[in-house]
């Protein structure tokens, strides 16, 4: 009943945009993108076993379901593409890429209506797939469609009224849509054309991703102290630690990389603010470590003179009394 009522709907509004005249055309704008989302939605609908939908008023946004106006644009390509060749050539030569475009229509428009993806409804790969999965169960979907349309031709050869043929073009395409639905449901061909969800990147994928940032860091730092300017360098370092989640792993990453440089200056600088982290949160392992690392680079490095008494508090808990005997110096 649901298809029935759409049907006499849609065909009442095809009645007044001839009707309408100029008026016709606004209309037509409206109702026409209305109709094809209609389809997508009764082979969607079909593909997963439910019933056919009603006509609703959701049918007239654009916004959300801009996705559902490819098969009019198709649609009119396909139409125009075919003119073109018919008057410039000649009709065979316009029947053969028809055929072969009629043979794949129907697949086309089940994975759009399955990934909502115009892009992948036109994948040669993803049109392969669901022919391939559905057999010679799809064939059927367009020897069907030739019936209809002949049908149709025969209907405008014994010059029936206008608005019986248009009622065969719109149950045709209802027909084409619905049928290809069910085809998709009993061979469950949906989910072999669906779009998977996007995965989460991997933890070497977010590392070499880490990376790759703070390299870009290091590399404008290092831009900066060259040129004499180590201040301005190592607080574009500071500002971006600040912004990791891991602050202590951004401190290490820096520091070992900057003591690769071909002066460790810079480094032993920016080792002084590193410390001061570390000891004002009581890492008293990591920051003894470090002091022996910038020892061993400069025998006179030394802890900023507001953290020495901290350094020295952590040498001592940690019994390191050589450590300590050098910070009381």
């Keep these: 009943m649901a298809i029935i009522l759409a049907l006499i709907v849609f ?3 095809q009645l007044l945009i001839q009707a309408a005249g100029v008026l016709g055309i606004w209309l037509a704008i409206v109702v026409v993108p209305a109709y094809f989302r209609y389809l997508l939605y009764l082979l969607e609908a079909r593909a997963n076993g439910r019933t056919a939908p009603s006509p609703g008023i959701e049918l007239f946004n654009w916004v959300e379901n801009f996705w559902s ?4 644009v198709l649609v009119s390509l396909l139409i125009w593409g075919g003119y073109f060749l018919a008057n410039k050539y000649s009709f065979a030569i316009a029947a053969v890429p028809g055929v072969l475009i009629l043979f794949i229509f129907p697949a086309s428009m089940a994975v759009l209506a399955v990934t909502r993806s115009p892009i992948e409804s036109l994948n040669p790969a993803a049109l392969f797939v669901l022919i ?3 057999g010679r169960d799809y064939l059927m979907v ?5 019936a209809m349309g002949f049908l149709i031709w025969t209907l405008m050869i014994l010059n029936m009224p206008g608005v019986l043929i248009m009622a065969a073009v ?8 619905t049928l290809t639905g069910a085809v998709l449901y009993e061979n469950g061909s949906s989910i072999a054309v669906d779009i998977p969800p996007p995965l989460e990147p991997g933890a070497e994928q977010l590392e070499a991703e880490l990376t790759s940032a703070r390299t870009k860091v290091l590399n404008h730092a290092y ?5 004499g300017n180590r ?14 989640a891991d602050v202590n792993a951004a401190y290490r990453w820096f520091f070992e990389q900057m003591l690769k440089w071909e002066s460790s200056e810079a480094a032993l600088v920016f080792a002084q603010e590193y410390l001061a982290w570390l000891l004002d949160r009581r890492h008293d392992i990591e920051a003894i470590k470090l002091i022996n690392r910038c020892l061993m680079e400069d025998a006179r490095f030394k802890p900023l003179p507001g ?5 020295l508090a952590a040498a001592e808990r940690q019994a390191n009394d050589e450590l300590c005997a050098y910070l009381r110096r």
């Design 11 to 13: 065909l009442l509004f």
């Design 231 to 244: 201040q301005g360098g190592l607080q574009h370092v500071y500002d971006w630690i600040g912004k990791e």
């Design 69 to 72: 106006l490819f098969p009019l």
């Design 170 to 177: 719109m149950y045709a395409s209802i027909l084409l849509f």
């Design 307 to 311: 953290t020495s008494s901290a350094a």
């Design 223 to 227: 831009g900066f102290i060259s040129r």
């Design 132 to 134: 391939k999965a559905c």
């Design 142 to 146: 367009p020897l069907i469609i030739v």
